[in-house]
């Protein structure tokens, strides 16, 4: 299949090497780090990072997000590994993209639904 | 021998009877063949047929024949085949001559010495015009017809009676914007290089005009640059018309011509005639004069969308707004944007709560139309090809299959919301704010109003075709977002129905 080409909305050349965010690739991280966390808890952690989202506040969109996942002894090593790939300041737009992936990605991971992703 | 080849060869070019390309000379074509068709009863095939057969018999013959005989009937002036003349094969001067007997036997005034041409209707802007002029005795009216039919040589008068008959019809370039070559070519030479019967046609072109209509008494011409489908055009066209009351042709005219052009276009199946139309209004009174030329071209890449029946069908609809109507496939082949209507009617449909009434497919085909052409255009210029590429009917082809299964697939995941929510009130609230974020173009603010309630929904937010359909649709689709946005809009409103 054809990656689409807006996948990679935002781009950033580091030395000669472009810098893409892969946002499909950060859903599935966002969704596998996630899955063993209780309902209630995401339920709170989206809604603060919903807040942050809507002024626009990256510091504190990232500040909830990394302390959310800093937690060495759980499974967050994936969505680390993409983070430190992909992180930079990011122009509004972007952002809005990147963080309402991670947000959407937490949400597919409800216990409560009663169907789950294969 | 050469000269001889050449003159066969201006000959068959003639005896063709096609458009010139010149929309002045082309109307004057339509008219000799609306002239023919009056009075002898000849359709396009038949005139074509003994154009080609029997051109000079045509030309020095019944045309002259039904140019008077039309002036002296214009109630009823079908000539019953037992009172026409026969043509022997001979000389064209000798064919002329058999005809002008015909005339002057049936049509002329004893006590005036004239055939007694009447200059009103469709003659109305010869009134100065050689053998119209009162004064104008029968020999001399012989002699300019002969002028005419380019029996006689032409003399330079004529060409200045002509000039100032119908120059004022003839708009300035700006008016026809992808015909700049209409300027100014009234000269005896361009006028017969353009056709060697342009004269003939000059006196014609009343005749293709679809005649007084509304309350401004205008006559409508519809042209594109081929005759069959011009022909076509206007016959369908003065049918429709007629049927309109007086004040609504102002309004409708464009209206029922596009319904004309794109039945006659998929009946035909002339997508590549599409983008040159034009429809010629003029006024006959004391200043005769050309009331507007609007250019009514539909883009190719519009045109072959709309040749799908179903897509046709889906966006042929007149949506009501809260003070206005509008046709979207009018707007559709303007070229026009539909998601602002759509986002007007939708909040129109919200206000009046008449969810019932929701256009429901013609939404979803118009946005999805919409946002397969703006991501279809994204796409030529990241891979920056023209749009006119060698693949362009390919390109088109791919297109229209796309739209269709992106309607397949957003018409059951968009629907998905439908089971969205408990109380109808919540619903429209929540539908009222998505739709106001909608109309800010405010990506931001719809996710986070819609993502807000979602988080209380869990069941909806792991479904993964749902979830799967909002990221790849809305979160990381820059370009089209909008219009998959407002067809969930829609879709939240059609589940308040349900309830």
């Given at each position: 299949?054809?990656?689409?080409q807006?996948?990679y909305?935002?781009?950033?050349?580091?030395?000669?090497t472009?810098?893409?965010?892969?946002?499909?690739?950060?859903?599935?991280?966002?969704?596998?780090?996630?899955?063993?966390?209780?309902?209630?808890?995401?339920?709170?952690?989206?809604?603060?990072?919903?807040?942050?989202?809507?002024?626009?506040?990256?510091?504190?969109?990232?500040?909830?997000?990394?302390?959310?996942?800093?937690?060495?002894?759980?499974?967050?090593?994936?969505?680390?590994?993409?983070?430190?790939?992909?992180?930079?300041?990011?122009?509004?737009?972007?952002?809005?993209?990147?963080?309402?992936?991670?947000?959407?990605?937490?949400?597919?991971?409800?216990?409560g639904?009663?169907?789950?992703e294969q | 021998?050469?000269?001889?080849?050449?003159?066969?060869?201006?000959?068959?070019?003639?005896?063709?009877?096609?458009?010139?390309?010149?929309?002045?000379?082309?109307?004057?074509i339509?008219?000799?063949?609306?002239?023919?068709?009056?009075?002898?009863?000849?359709?396009?095939?038949q005139v074509?047929?003994?154009?080609?057969?029997q051109?000079?018999i045509?030309?020095?013959?019944?045309?002259?024949?039904?140019?008077?005989?039309?002036?002296?009937?214009?109630?009823?002036?079908?000539?019953?085949?037992?009172?026409?003349p026969?043509?022997?094969?001979?000389?064209?001067?000798?064919?002329?001559?058999?005809?002008?007997?015909?005339?002057?036997?049936?049509?002329?005034?004893?006590?005036?010495?004239?055939?007694?041409?009447?200059?009103?209707r469709?003659f109305?802007?010869?009134?100065?015009?050689?053998?119209?002029?009162?004064?104008?005795?029968?020999?001399?009216?012989?002699?300019?017809?002969?002028?005419?039919?380019?029996?006689?040589?032409?003399?330079?008068d004529?060409?200045?009676?002509?000039?100032?008959?119908?120059?004022?019809?003839?708009?300035?370039?700006?008016?026809?914007?992808?015909?700049?070559?209409?300027?100014?070519?009234?000269?005896?030479?361009?006028?017969l290089?353009?056709?060697?019967?342009?004269?003939?046609?000059?006196?014609?072109?009343?005749?293709?005009?679809?005649?007084?209509?509304?309350?401004?008494?205008?006559?409508?011409?519809?042209?594109?640059?081929?005759?069959?489908?011009?022909?076509?055009?206007?016959e369908?066209?003065?049918?429709?018309l007629?049927?309109?009351?007086?004040?609504?042709?102002?309004?409708?005219?464009?209206?029922?011509?596009?319904?004309?052009?794109?039945?006659?276009?998929?009946e035909?199946?002339?997508?590549?005639?599409?983008?040159?139309?034009?429809?010629?209004k003029?006024?006959?009174?004391?200043?005769?004069?050309?009331?507007?030329?609007d250019?009514?071209?539909?883009?190719?890449?519009?045109?072959?969308?709309?040749?799908?029946?179903?897509i046709?069908?889906?966006?042929?609809?007149?949506?009501?707004?809260?003070?206005k109507?509008?046709?979207?496939?009018e707007?559709?082949?303007?070229?026009?944007?539909?998601?602002?209507?759509?986002?007007?009617?939708?909040?129109?449909?919200?206000?009046?709560?008449?969810?019932?009434?929701?256009?429901?497919?013609?939404?979803?085909?118009?946005l999805?139309?919409?946002?397969?052409?703006?991501?279809?255009?994204?796409?030529?210029?990241?891979?920056?090809?023209?749009?006119?590429?060698?693949?362009?009917?390919?390109?088109?082809?791919?297109?229209?299959?796309?739209?269709?299964?992106?309607?397949?697939?957003?018409?059951?995941?968009?629907?998905?919301?439908?089971?969205?929510?408990?109380?109808?009130?919540?619903?429209?609230r929540?539908?009222?704010e998505?739709?106001?974020?909608?109309?800010?173009?405010?990506?931001?603010m719809f996710?986070?109003?819609?993502?807000?309630?979602?988080?209380?929904?869990?069941?909806l937010?792991?479904?993964s075709?749902?979830?799967?359909?909002?990221?790849e649709?809305?979160?990381?689709?820059?370009?089209?977002?909008?219009?998959?946005?407002?067809?969930?809009?829609?879709?939240?409103?059609l589940?308040r129905?349900?309830?």
């Amino acid at each position: 299949m054809e990656e689409k080409q807006s996948a990679y909305y935002w781009q950033k050349v580091v030395g000669n090497t472009p810098l893409n965010i892969d946002l499909k690739k950060l859903k599935e991280a966002s969704k596998e780090s996630f899955r063993n966390e209780s309902d209630n808890y995401k339920q709170k952690l989206v809604y603060n990072m919903l807040e942050a989202i809507k002024n626009n506040d990256q510091s504190r969109f990232f500040n909830i997000l990394l302390r959310a996942i800093n937690k060495p002894k759980e499974n967050f090593k994936q969505l680390w590994e993409t983070l430190e790939q992909n992180y930079d300041v990011m122009p509004n737009e972007a952002f809005i993209n990147f963080a309402y992936t991670i947000v959407l990605g937490i949400m597919a991971t409800y216990a409560g639904g009663e169907k789950s992703e294969q | 021998m050469e000269k001889g080849a050449q003159q066969t060869n201006k000959l068959q070019e003639v005896s063709a009877l096609q458009f010139t390309g010149s929309w002045f000379i082309d109307a004057g074509i339509l008219g000799f063949i609306n002239l023919l068709k009056k009075v002898y009863g000849w359709d396009l095939d038949q005139v074509r047929k003994n154009f080609k057969e029997q051109f000079e018999i045509v030309l020095y013959g019944y045309f002259p024949i039904a140019y008077v005989h039309y002036n002296k009937n214009q109630q009823n002036p079908f000539l019953k085949e037992e009172e026409r003349p026969t043509f022997n094969f001979s000389t064209n001067e000798e064919i002329f001559e058999d005809a002008w007997r015909f005339i002057e036997r049936r049509y002329k005034d004893k006590n005036k010495n004239r055939i007694d041409l009447i200059p009103s209707r469709n003659f109305l802007m010869f009134k100065n015009f050689l053998f119209f002029q009162p004064g104008c005795k029968v020999e001399k009216q012989k002699d300019y017809f002969m002028q005419i039919l380019s029996l006689k040589n032409v003399k330079e008068d004529i060409l200045r009676h002509i000039d100032k008959t119908v120059n004022k019809f003839l708009p300035s370039a700006e008016k026809f914007v992808n015909l700049s070559y209409v300027e100014s070519f009234i000269t005896q030479k361009t006028l017969l290089d353009f056709h060697p019967y342009s004269l003939v046609f000059l006196l014609c072109f009343p005749f293709a005009f679809i005649r007084g209509l509304g309350k401004e008494n205008e006559n409508y011409f519809f042209y594109s640059p081929n005759l069959e489908f011009t022909y076509r055009i206007n016959e369908k066209l003065a049918i429709f018309l007629e049927r309109l009351k007086e004040n609504e042709v102002g309004e409708q005219i464009l209206r029922i011509t596009w319904k004309t052009v794109i039945d006659s276009a998929i009946e035909t199946q002339s997508l590549w005639s599409l983008e040159n139309m034009y429809i010629i209004k003029h006024k006959v009174g004391n200043q005769q004069k050309i009331v507007s030329a609007d250019y009514i071209g539909i883009p190719k890449l519009q045109a072959s969308i709309i040749i799908d029946e179903t897509i046709r069908e889906n966006i042929n609809i007149t949506i009501k707004l809260e003070n206005k109507k509008v046709w979207l496939l009018e707007e559709f082949i303007k070229g026009l944007p539909l998601y602002p209507i759509i986002v007007n009617y939708v909040t129109a449909v919200l206000n009046s709560k008449d969810y019932k009434k929701l256009a429901r497919r013609s939404v979803l085909y118009s946005l999805i139309v919409e946002a397969k052409i703006l991501e279809f255009r994204a796409q030529k210029e990241k891979l920056n090809k023209s749009l006119f590429s060698e693949n362009y009917f390919d390109n088109y082809r791919s297109l229209l299959k796309e739209i269709k299964e992106e309607i397949r697939f957003t018409s059951y995941k968009a629907s998905l919301i439908q089971n969205f929510l408990d109380h109808d009130e919540h619903k429209e609230r929540l539908a009222r704010e998505l739709l106001n974020s909608l109309k800010g173009e405010d990506k931001n603010m719809f996710l986070n109003i819609l993502l807000k309630d979602l988080n209380e929904e869990k069941q909806l937010c792991t479904n993964s075709n749902f979830n799967n359909w909002i990221f790849e649709k809305i979160i990381i689709n820059n370009i089209s977002w909008k219009n998959y946005a407002l067809i969930l809009v829609m879709n939240l409103l059609l589940g308040r129905r349900r309830s």
